[in-house]
Each structure stands twice: as structure tokens, then as C-alpha cells.
């Protein structure tokens, strides 16, 4: 057992730096990112005993990853502690200096939060349409669905900012 | 040929089946109007992964990179477990109810006080197993022995305020149990819900509590998840109403049976 443990362990390790940026792409900063992706790592290595290799080892942490996520969004509210959006979004570029990357972070954090996560997980993540669905746990129609509103929301956000 | 947005953007997304992208594909060599939706969506995607390409390249935080080596392990599947520790139980989120019974007094001061750190005490490994403050035991979480007798004995009303463990709230949960909440400073600071069961003390829920920034109004995004794994594990599990001072000492009596 402790070899197999340590085995998942270190995919876990080697799936930190997406997992960081799965975290990026929901939590809109950098901190709660890094935050969550803990929390997340602590979760998965809890739940050792109910991983099975069905699922690719990132899908079942990107699920993992969103339930922690969806836990303290709702902590927040009930503390009143939410972050408006836009505000929050000031945070994101902190960490790159590149302009459109910063434009496309912060349109990104405008997003619902399903959007969010939906374009996080297909265009961001590469994961197939099925993959994405059964992290989100959503039907298929519901995920495209909410790609594609994500998508043209992005883009009229990206517009608005060029002008 | 009409193609639609969703045709388009499943396309780009490597979703269609030969068949359906021969179909697009024509479209795109035969209409350029479809050739410059299919450029756009194309651009959307490659601008949002360089956009957040550049994490790939930092250096990993090293305590994450921690927390994937030493983070406690279960390995059980069992209902009773480990494994839902952390589980946030996402069923009924019920906020009012929540805000309403965190206004215990002795629960809103340990709210109020602690930052609350990842969740789940990197101390399991750390400490010698007789001083730990639990320890596993059949896949389930059971309280040390001195966090045990603190479990077992201490009421809530006449515990001394800097007892090592404090118990918070005292109540009957759903499978019958007796279940308490504590915060405790061994183990470098922790907070949860144990219930009682035959000899022990299960832990329910667990989180790590640090003192540190106590009362200085700091908020930290950092572990808040935690306190919601403690609340919602009572909010989940009780029964009525906390007990009040007399029930908990009746109980007490009754050795939590």
C-alpha cells in the first residue's frame, strides 16, 4: 500500500502545476489559487481509498478541486466575505506582464462562475466535452451550453476592453 | 452550408467526428465568412491558454509540493471514514440556518479567533503516535487519549478558559451518537467534531487552527473552507437543538452513551 501511495503521490506532484493553473483559472488570484490547490491535494490524498483508475487521475482532482472551490464560495457567503467581481479581477494579471493575457484573466474572472469553470476545463485544460461534464457533473448539453455563452461573453468583454 | 455557432466551437474543440469535421471543413474552404468564425473561436482558445500558460512555468510553491508528500492517507472506502473528513457535505447549504447556529457564543469566539489553516493537521506524521492527538483505528479517526478525557469529561460550562481543549458545542447527531465540538491547541492547533461510538471518540471533521493572527481582523482566503467542514458536519449531523448545560452534563453522566 505505502508504494502505491507513493506512487500517487508523486502523480500528484507532477500534476501540481495544472492544478495551479485549473486554480487560476476559477479562483480569480493567484492566493485562493495556490489555497486551493492545497486544500485539494490534502482532499485527494484523503480520499486515496476511493480513487480508481476509471478516470484520468487530473479529472478526478479537477472534481475535487471544484467541490473545494464550490465549499468556499459558499463559506464566503455566509461570512459576507464575497469578492465583487471586478474587483477581484484587478488581482489576476499579477502575475504575468503580458497585456492580453491580463485583458483575457480579468474578462475571464467576469464570468459566472459555471462559465468560468466550463471554459477552465475544455479551453483552458484540454479536457474532452465528456471529461468536463463529468467533473462539473452536468449533462453534456448543459456544459456546451455553458461554453458557449462563456465564450461569447468573453469575446464581447475582450471587445469592450480594446476600445 | 449552414454551420452553427456550436458546430464551430465543437470543431475547434476537437469534439466532431470525421464525418461532421469533413463538414465543417468544407464550409470553412468554401465560405469565408465560416473560414473567420472558425479563425476567431481558434484565436479565443489559443489566447486563453498562453494567458495562463505562464504557472506552467513558475516554480512550484514548496509547500505544496509538501503537502503532495506528507498529507495524511486513508485508504478506506467505507462510509464512516477518513475519507469524509473533508467531505463537504454540499446538500444542504442552508445559510441562515447556519449564520444562526454559529451564534452560540462559544462557537462565534472560535470563529472569530482563528485563522484556519489547510484542512487537515500536517501533524499526524510529526508527532510520536502516543502524543498525537488521533490517530486511525479501523478507518475511522479516533481522538487521543488526552484529547479523548477531554471529550469524556470536560462540560462546556465549567471548563477552564485556557484548558489545552476546549468543547465547543455538545449534541445528539442523526446516527444517535453523541457529538461534540473542540478546539484544541495540541498538534499545533485544531478544530472539529468528534462523536461518540462504543469506546471512542470518531473524528468527524478535523481542521487546523492557528492563533496566530487571532482577533487582528486579518481574513485569510487560505483555509476558510475549514470552518464550513466543521459547521457543515454539525449542521449535517445534529439533531433538535445543541444541548444545553444540564443535557450536557447528563450525558456526561451517562458516559455519552
Known amino acids: 500500500m505505502s508504494r502505491a501511495v507513493d506512487l500517487f503521490r508523486d502523480e500528484i506532484i507532477e500534476l501540481l502545476p495544472r492544478l495551479r493553473r485549473f486554480a487560476r483559472t476559477i479562483t480569480r488570484n493567484p492566493h485562493d489559487a495556490d489555497d486551493l490547490v492545497q486544500v485539494t491535494v490534502e482532499r485527494a490524498l484523503l480520499k486515496f481509498g476511493q480513487w480508481k483508475d476509471e478516470a484520468r487521475l487530473e479529472s478526478w482532482m479537477f472534481g475535487i478541486m471544484r467541490n473545494a472551490w464550490i465549499d468556499e464560495v459558499r463559506a464566503r457567503v455566509r461570512r459576507d466575505r464575497v469578492f465583487a467581481p471586478a474587483e477581484a479581477g484587478e488581482n489576476v494579471g499579477a502575475h504575468t506582464s503580458d497585456q492580453d493575457a491580463i485583458a483575457l484573466q480579468s474578462a475571464l474572472a467576469r464570468l459566472p462562475e459555471e462559465q468560468r469553470m466550463a471554459i477552465g476545463l475544455v479551453l483552458v485544460e484540454g479536457l474532452s466535452y465528456k471529461e468536463a461534464a463529468e467533473v462539473l457533473d452536468v449533462p453534456i448539453g448543459t456544459l456546451t451550453s455553458r461554453l458557449a455563452r462563456g465564450r461569447e461573453a468573453l469575446a464581447a468583454l475582450l471587445l469592450e476592453g480594446e476600445r | ?257
Open chain 2, 1 to 257: 452550408m449552414m454551420i452553427s455557432d456550436e458546430q464551430i466551437m465543437a470543431y475547434v474543440d476537437g469534439e466532431l467526428d470525421a464525418r461532421a469535421r469533413a463538414d465543417v471543413e468544407q464550409a470553412v474552404a468554401s465560405d469565408p465568412e465560416i473560414a473567420r468564425r472558425v479563425a476567431r473561436q481558434r484565436a479565443l482558445r489559443e489566447k486563453l491558454r498562453s494567458a495562463f500558460d505562464d504557472v506552467l512555468n513558475e516554480a512550484l510553491p514548496e509547500h505544496l509540493v509538501a503537502a503532495a508528500r506528507n498529507a495524511p492517507v486513508a485508504s478506506v472506502s467505507e462510509r464512516r471514514n477518513v475519507a469524509d473528513l473533508a467531505q463537504v457535505r454540499d446538500k444542504k447549504a442552508a445559510p441562515e440556518r447556519v449564520a444562526r447556529r454559529w451564534s452560540w457564543p462559544e462557537w462565534s469566539a472560535i470563529a472569530a479567533s482563528v485563522v484556519l489553516g489547510a484542512i487537515i493537521a500536517n501533524l499526524m506524521w510529526r508527532s510520536p503516535s502516543d502524543l498525537a492527538p488521533f490517530s486511525a483505528k479501523d478507518g475511522r479517526l479516533v481522538a487521543g487519549a488526552t484529547l479523548a478525557e477531554a471529550l469524556t469529561q470536560q462540560l462546556a460550562s465549567t471548563q477552564p478558559a485556557d484548558a489545552l481543549t476546549r468543547i465547543g458545542v455538545s449534541f445528539r447527531s442523526r446516527s444517535g451518537d453523541y457529538c461534540r465540538t473542540f478546539v484544541t491547541r495540541a498538534g499545533g492547533g485544531l478544530a472539529g467534531v468528534a462523536c461518540h461510538r462504543v469506546d471512542d471518540w470518531t473524528l468527524e471533521a478535523l481542521s487546523r487552527v492557528e492563533a496566530g493572527s487571532a482577533g487582528t481582523g486579518t481574513y485569510s482566503p487560505a483555509g476558510s473552507s475549514l470552518p464550513a467542514a466543521v459547521s457543515q458536519t454539525v449542521e449535517e449531523q445534529i439533531v433538535g437543538e445543541p444541548l444545553d448545560a444540564a443535557a450536557e452534563a447528563a450525558a456526561q453522566r451517562s458516559g455519552w452513551r
